[in-house]
């Protein structure tokens, strides 16, 4: 069951993506507030008892970096840099609430994304937001050619978008493969780590087993050379007293 810290946690969350799917002027300064609450309640929650789970964590952390990126892309003044800081926004995969589809946050960087590309467009042909009037009336009086251009260039930008977004897929592809590979490299050098380990018992238990040999080999030893000493010593004194009774026996011949 959630904390009430998460659940504070998930409502302001919500509401942040609320703001953040609507049109808002530049006098808007609710959404700063709130993401800065939000960071300060995430840090609270990976430091309570009762945190959710790593992956539930990971899915807070990525929605409020993604909202955060959003406030700061806004802040910059070409459409270019906040299209390209648009294209670095992860958004996040589920959704917030329960009654919710998809993910909010998947719907506001689609958004951005188009918002920035007007802009982009706009300001290539240098033409303003002056109202709905303005620009049905600009429209009319386009030349043929410069809505030409004008397609061109949307098919220029959406040739972009898809070089984009096939590199993108392409350096995740990437990614995985790399961590596919690092995880082969960890499962073999696991496999190594645990084959020296089972040859290293063996060797020491080799070593004891030759030291235990060796103990008795050197006892064995020990053991036939006293025999030899005490039969040498046996040899001789029976030699000695053999050369006694046979000169007590024989006497020397005169």
């Avoid at 302001?12 to 700063?32: D, F, I, M």
């Avoid at 033409?127 to 030409?148: H, I, V, Y």
């Avoid at 050098?189 to 040859?199: A, G, H, P, V, Y």
Wanted: with cysteine; net charge positive; charged share 30%.
């Amino acid at each position: 069951m959630a904390s009430r810290l998460e659940i504070n946690f998930i409502r302001l969350l919500s509401r942040c993506e609320s703001l953040a799917s609507e049109k808002r002027g530049e006098t808007e300064w609710r959404l700063e507030k709130y993401v800065g609450a939000l960071e300060e309640m995430l840090v609270a929650l990976r430091k309570s008892p009762s945190k959710p789970t790593p992956e539930v964590l990971a899915e807070y952390t990525r929605k409020v970096n993604f909202l955060k990126g959003t406030l700061e892309a806004e802040k910059l003044s070409s459409p270019t840099e906040k299209a390209l800081a648009n294209q670095f926004l992860a958004p996040g995969r589920t959704a917030t609430m329960a009654n919710e589809r998809m993910s909010v946050t998947k719907k506001v960087h689609t958004q951005t994304k188009a918002r920035c590309t007007g802009e982009m467009r706009d300001e290539l042909l240098g033409t303003g937001s002056s109202g709905k009037d303005g620009d049905l009336r600009n429209r009319r009086c386009f030349p043929l050619d410069e809505r030409q251009s004008a397609a061109e260039l949307d098919a220029v930008l959406q040739h972009h978008h898809n070089l984009q977004e096939k590199l993108a897929e392409d350096m995740l592809n990437l990614a995985r493969n790399l961590k596919n590979n690092t995880l082969a490299a960890q499962n073999i050098i696991k496999q190594d780590n645990q084959t020296l380990s089972q040859s290293m018992r063996q060797a020491d238990l080799n070593f004891e087993k030759l030291k235990t040999e060796s103990e008795r080999l050197e006892q064995h030893t020990k053991k036939s050379v006293n025999w030899l000493l005490w039969l040498m010593l046996i040899l001789v004194s029976f030699t000695f007293i053999s050369m006694i009774l046979f000169i007590r026996i024989f006497p020397r011949l005169r």
